[in-house]
């Protein structure tokens, strides 16, 4: 089958995968390396070090440096940046360091990451294990077409093949460690180049050892890069998938089903033809320029053994069958017989690199957004290893968005006889909903024309988008939420504490951002420091921040909301309250009891119902207030107290130790006054802190006002302060509570 060719033949064998690593002036190659997929490349410890100006053979770890490598498939000059993101080191056999002039060693290979996924005709290959008597093929690392040398695995010993090569031809040498080594017969890479053996430095004798080099095969790789935690997720993937010989049966019986619908869609070589040559472009196939069409049947065949070449036909074909319901029916059929091919794919080449350069843009500035996202859209579903963690590094997007494409349905219903609705758009739907203004639009106009191409009823895409829209809106973020500690030592001056800051993520997870426990601040510092936190904290664009200060239980009447954040050369004054939800906490009183995380629990749980309960003195005092909040207020949420600073002393203590999570009081006034009426502690809950806020630009505004209303406000989902475990920065953030890990982010400090 001649008409679909790789361009410059180099996709037929392993060129398409070959990297060139350069030197650091970019004027000479310094060796090879393989393309795994997505952004990963492999390649050898020592060419890295090469490259570096480093002795060969160090172990020393270089850190995350950047290398220039190219692909000689794509460009002969073009360079790109790749990350070193493992580092598996040389080794001795006793696991030490590798003496000079060394023959063998082990370890001594490298992960890279590129910024994005290579363009066709780059692409991976497929591996199979090495084994004696292979014929094996290397290039070197520039590529070019006459540098091959050919050699035959004539031992493979614990891991490590011996390669000999002919007297005639190209011989391995400088330039090839880290190629891969293809196997002509099997069309599969089966190990690296590491390096190779040569004579002694004296006159060649016939006892001399000549042309020999020596690889890693890939079962050796694999054992490395797996201990390494170094293999891309999509490469485990295809690890799982059935065996060749199995699948190229499915393959076989895909094909001979394609070409009936084949035959209706495209029986007109003219037609065939165009679409042909379009397809060939995408894949970065070359096509005849006469004009001639290909055989149905080999256009099957590329169908079924080509990534992505399904749907990026279907992708050109269904704008003509869009009216024709018989030729809808034909590429229906075609589409579903695709579902037998593990090579079809969902996705076309555009379609892919689209979503593909659009989640990772996302990532970037959310971590959090896709696992959100998932969560949602897919309830009822396991979801895929690479979505399970609450953060998505970029670099992770490819093996989760591939997962994605291998689900067929959703869960969900569909009109009776339409194709069932995948369940990666309804994760794209639930993304562009969360996402919003022209990345939103974009997204749902791509999920359209997917959906199109597919045959999907439009009934079905608009429920999905409609469920999307209205977790959206529930699940709009009220703003960015900060969690203040203050203490204070016995000797520190007077209106002087000591303060830790937490920020917390837009996905629950907490990153300390002020660590302020080495000197006491007056509260203007202190200000300061949380106005500045809560100005770079996750949703600090939507709304009101919520700013929630965790106090000893003798401070619970400091005039926190008062301190002023301004900075010096600032006009407006900035007291927290006023700018901020500004809540207390009160952790040592709220543990003061056996029940009283239970009772905290139930009660916020009941904060929607019942008005508030006024506690002073004509309520029993203390002994009345316990008694009520056993009996007849056992599930109230909300108290409002009266009195004076000493009456509210012994009130306060009874309200948190029973597990009352809101509390409002006046520590301006010591009677009850009609003040606090204003802020409507009987009106709906969740609004109770904005309406403190608002009557606090207004009192502090008015000098004859003097109330000043003090809240305390104990959400069961808001994490304590010494809840929160600091763990080493490489370690990252964990919360107990929720099992909750960042390591992405670490300990992040600011004095």
């Not at 004859?704 to 475990?725: G, H």
Request: net charge negative; proline share 8%; charged share 25%.
């Amino acid at each position: 089958m001649t008409w679909f060719e790789p361009l410059d033949d180099q996709r037929a064998d392993a060129r398409g995968a070959l990297v060139r690593v350069l030197a650091a002036d970019r004027a000479r190659t310094v060796g090879a390396g393989v393309y795994l997929c997505g952004r990963a490349l492999l390649t050898c410890a020592h060419v890295v070090n090469m490259a570096l100006g480093a002795r060969p053979l160090s172990a020393r770890d270089p850190g995350r440096v950047t290398l220039d490598v190219s692909f000689p498939v794509l460009s002969a000059t073009h360079t790109r940046p790749a990350r070193l993101v493992t580092w598996i080191p040389p080794r001795s056999a006793t696991h030490g360091p590798v003496p000079e002039g060394a023959l063998q060693w082990g370890g001594d290979l490298a992960v890279l990451e590129l910024p994005e996924e290579p363009p066709p005709p780059a692409g991976p290959v497929r591996w199979l294990e090495m084994a004696r008597g292979q014929e094996v093929r290397a290039w070197y690392g520039g590529g070019q077409a006459f540098s091959y040398a050919d050699v035959r695995v004539a031992a493979y010993d614990n891991g490590v093949g011996y390669l000999d090569g002919q007297l005639s031809g190209a011989a391995v040498d400088d330039g090839y460690s880290g190629g891969p080594l293809w196997c002509l017969a099997d069309g599969a890479a089966v190990g690296l180049v590491m390096g190779r053996i040569t004579a002694p430095g004296t006159a060649l004798a016939a006892q001399h050892t000549v042309r020999r080099s020596w690889g890693v095969g890939w079962q050796s790789l694999l054992a490395e890069l797996r201990h390494a935690g170094a293999l891309p997720e999509a490469h485990l993937d295809r690890l799982g998938r059935p065996s060749a010989a199995t699948a190229s049966d499915v393959d076989d019986a895909a094909r001979d089903m394609m070409i009936g619908p084949l035959h209706t869609l495209l029986g007109d070589p003219a037609t065939r033809a165009a679409h042909a040559t379009a397809l060939a472009a995408e894949l970065g196939l070359r096509a005849p320029a006469d004009g001639t069409a290909p055989l149905v049947e080999e256009l099957a065949h590329l169908l079924t053994r080509t990534e992505r070449a399904l749907p990026t036909l279907a992708q050109s074909l269904a704008p003509a069958v869009a009216d024709d319901p018989r030729g809808r029916g034909e590429l229906d059929r075609l589409l579903a017989v695709g579902h037998l091919s593990e090579r079809a794919g969902l996705l076309s080449v555009a379609e892919h690199r689209f979503l593909l350069a659009k989640f990772e843009h996302l990532c970037r500035h959310d971590p959090g957004l896709l696992h959100r996202a998932a969560c949602e859209a897919l309830p009822y579903l396991d979801l895929p290893r690479s979505l399970q963690a609450a953060r998505l590094d970029p670099a992770a997007v490819p093996g989760a968005l591939r997962e994605l494409e291998t689900w067929h349905g959703d869960s969900s219903p569909v009109p009776d006889e339409t194709p069932r609705l995948p369940a990666l758009l309804r994760v794209v739907e639930y993304v562009a909903a969360e996402t919003g203004g022209l990345a939103c639009r974009a997204l749902q106009e791509w999920s359209g024309r997917v959906a199109a191409r597919l045959g999907i009823h439009a009934s079905a895409l608009r429920e999905r988008r409609a469920d999307a829209e209205r977790w959206s809106r529930r699940a709009a973020p009220a703003g960015a939420r900060v969690l203040v500690e203050l203490d204070r030592h016995a000797k520190d001056p007077a209106d002087h504490y000591r303060c830790a800051v937490w920020r917390l993520r837009a996905d629950g997870s907490a990153a300390r951002a002020v660590t302020g426990t080495d000197r006491p601040r007056t509260g203007d510092e202190i200000a300061r420091l949380i106005r500045e936190t809560a100005g770079g904290t996750e949703g600090a664009e939507h709304g009101v921040a919520l700013v929630a200060v965790s106090v000893p239980p003798d401070a619970l009447e400091l005039p926190v909301d008062e301190w002023d954040g301004a900075g010096v050369d600032e006009y407006i004054p900035a007291p927290l309250g006023e700018d901020f939800h500004l809540i207390l906490r009160c952790p040592k009183l709220r543990r003061r009891s056996r029940t009283g995380a239970a009772d905290l629990r139930r009660r916020w749980a009941a904060r929607h119902h019942g008005e508030a309960l006024r506690a002073d003195q004509a309520s029993g005092g203390r002994a009345g207030l316990i008694g009520l909040l056993k009996t007849t207020h056992r599930d109230t949420a909300r108290v409002l107290v009266h009195g004076s600073a000493a009456q509210r002393g012994e009130l306060l203590p009874v309200c948190l130790v029973m597990g009352v999570p809101i509390v409002l009081w006046d520590r301006g006034s010591p009677a009850p006054v009609p003040g606090l009426d204003e802020v409507g502690p009987d009106d709906p809950v969740d609004g109770l802190p904005e309406r403190v806020r608002h009557f606090r630009v207004r009192a502090y505004a008015d000098e004859a006002t003097s109330t000043r209303p003090a809240l305390v406000w104990e959400d069961t989902e808001l994490p304590l302060p010494d809840e929160l475990q600091l763990a080493d920065p490489a370690q990252g953030l964990a919360d107990p509570a929720r099992g909750r890990a960042d390591p992405a982010h670490g300990t992040e400090r600011a004095q």
